[in-house]
């Protein structure tokens, strides 16, 4: 399985982006995915996860009510929009599928394929 982030930029604080994961391959749909980031000097953190087949999410706290995550298993991809952006969201964003098919996992050992990255910044 590949996956393929894209989407980043620079935006300025209030505004929006949308990210977008493509993966390769016919198991994307059986599974979890979730979007991470990583701040400079920091630990890579969890962001938002979808069950295999879209119907149930989970955020982290900081960006609950201001990120969506979606995907459509047709198109074998996975979304990040990102409302009301603020400088604390600058961070490398990276897509990951999970080991399972549940949104519960956090923890960035529970995902075994990963993105490259798309840089996220938001200026103030």
């Known amino acids: 399985v590949q996956l393929q982030a894209s989407g980043g930029g620079l935006v300025q604080a209030g505004g929006s982006l949308r990210l977008s994961c493509a993966a390769s391959a016919l198991t994307f749909s059986s599974y979890a995915m979730a979007w991470f980031r990583q701040a400079a000097g920091k630990e890579r953190e969890f962001v938002a996860a979808i069950n295999w087949n879209g119907g149930i999410t989970n955020y982290a706290d900081s960006v609950k009510g201001r990120f969506t995550i979606s995907r459509d298993n047709a198109k074998n991809t996975v979304y990040l929009q990102m409302n009301s952006l603020k400088p604390e969201d600058t961070a490398v964003y990276y897509c990951?599928?999970?080991?399972?098919?549940?949104?519960?996992?956090?923890?960035?050992?529970?995902?075994?394929?990963w993105g490259q990255g798309t840089q996220v910044t938001v200026s103030s």
């Open positions: 990951a599928r999970s080991l399972r098919a549940g949104a519960d996992y956090t923890g960035f050992r529970e995902y075994n394929y």
